[in-house]
């Protein structure tokens, strides 16, 4: 007997916040970067690991947002990582963790994401607000 299951893999566009996220994280300079990185470091430690294991997205979702990020960052890893070594990888790790929480933020408890998204918040990012986040 033959069943037709349909595609194989879902299609997923970026919604627009994650994509100006992510657009926005390609333009920050080396230092930045390596701050960004350090900071979200100490915030893994406590808290960060946590808060990105709890991050659930379809793997299409997850591919998506991985190539968006590797797309942008990938013209500039001979940049970032003559900056420092291994800065592209981290970068890359960083920003695809936030831009993940940034697509689930709606379903995503408020704690794990400020602590995400706090070190892109921090240098100066333009991060969505949580939907529990009252307006300022």
Same mark, same amino acid.
């Given at each position: ?10 299609? !997923? ?15 920050? %300079? %080396? ?9 979200? *470091?100490? *915030?893994?430690?406590?808290?960060? #690991?946590?808060?990105? #294991? ?15 990020? +590797?797309?942008? *960052? ?9 900056? +420092? ?14 831009? +993940?929480?940034? +697509? ?15 070190? !892109? ?6 991060? %969505?607000?949580? %939907? ?5």
């Amino acid at each position: 007997m033959r069943c037709f299951l349909g595609p194989l893999y879902e299609t !997923f566009v970026l919604d627009s916040a994650t994509a100006q996220f992510i657009e926005a994280v390609g333009k920050l %300079p %080396p230092d930045t970067l390596v701050a960004v990185f350090d900071h979200a *470091l100490r *915030l893994h430690r406590s808290g960060g #690991r946590e808060a990105s #294991r709890a991050l659930r997205l379809s793997a299409s979702e997850f591919s998506e947002i991985d190539h968006a990020v +590797r797309s942008t *960052l990938l013209p500039r890893a001979d940049q970032l990582d003559a900056f +420092r070594t291994g800065l592209h990888s981290d970068a890359k790790t960083v920003c695809c963790i936030a831009a +993940r929480a940034i +697509r689930t933020r709606a379903k995503c408890a408020e704690a794990h994401y400020r602590v995400l998204t706090e070190p !892109f918040a921090a240098a100066g990012v333009e991060t %969505p607000a949580h %939907p529990a986040t009252p307006p300022s």
